[in-house]
Structure formats: structure tokens, C-alpha cells
């Protein structure tokens, strides 16, 4: 993560530029619509980056398992049901929670798990963001109402390598 940067791109695909850029970016396309939203984890003594796209209702997390465009492997991640308008990586950590225009919000390990839904009774999310220690998530709704959850973390989290 610290050695790469991503963007997401309105003709449906998704650009990862290597090291400091000095290298044409890897392209990813084939996704079902633009992408809305990226995410980075930032675990500490992870071996590969681990990305996080979301495009409609799929969230896809990305390891690259060696150089190049090729040596990413997707991980699809389907359970919302409408358009995932946030990603937001637990600190320190491979949680990822996605939060959908559905009403729901998803928490994930770093292997594509469902962890745990967190569901809101708002008319669907459209921002995240969690405390810097991990315990609370925060979400904003398309009404401007906030909603805060409690999150333990997972008791054990294996590295997706």
C-alpha cells in the first residue's frame, strides 16, 4: 500500500501504478460498472498489498501474488444487494467493512469472509469511517443521519498472502 496508488476510472476499470510510480500502471478491467470506491489495508507486516475495489453491489479484494497486471488475484465478494458507495479497511488490520445503498453494512476478513452484517434502518450508506483504534465503526446515510456500531476485532486474523 505504501508503495502503490490506485484510482478507479469512469470507463469501467481500474488503474495500480507499482513502487513510485516510475512504471506504467497494471490495468484491470471487466468491471460491471465504474468504480466507486477503493480502499487500501494498511496491516502492518503484510507480505502483498491488499486492495479493495467495489463496482454495483461487488466488492473485489485484491492480492498481488507477484509483478504485473496478471499477478493480482481477485477475490469477489457478493452480498449486498444495490450499489456499494464506501470501503473503509479496520486500522492495522485486513477488516474491511463496505457500506451499500441497501441499507447494509458488511464486515469482511482479508480472506473474502463475511464476518458480520451490520444492518441500519436508513434509506442506504454512502460514507465511512472507523475510530483510529479500531473499536467503532461510523457510517453516514443518504438522509444525513449518522449510525455508530461497537466492533470487536476478530480474535484471530490470518494475513491473506
Known sequence: PGNHLACGLLDCSLLVWPQACREHPWQFSGFPAKVRHLAWS?????????????????VIL??????????????????????????????GSNV??????????ALWDGRGQLLQPLEGEGPGFNVLTWRPD??????????????????????HEEQRQ
Open 134 to 155: 479500531g473499536r467503532h465503526l461510523a457510517a453516514g446515510d443518504a438522509q444525513g443521519q449518522w449510525w455508530l456500531w461497537p466492533v470487536a476485532a476478530p480474535a
Open 62 to 91: 485484491w492480492t498481488q501474488v507477484s509483478r504485473g497486471s496478471n499477478a493480482w488475484r481477485p477475490e469477489p465478494l457478493f452480498w449486498h444487494e444495490r450499489r456499494v458507495n464506501a470501503l473503509a479497511f479496520m486500522p
Open 42 to 58: 494498511d496491516q502492518p507486516g503484510r507480505l502483498a498489498p491488499l486492495l479493495a475495489s467495489a463496482s454495483k453491489e461487488t
Open 96 to 105: 474491511l467493512a463496505s457500506a451499500s445503498s441497501d441499507g447494509t453494512v
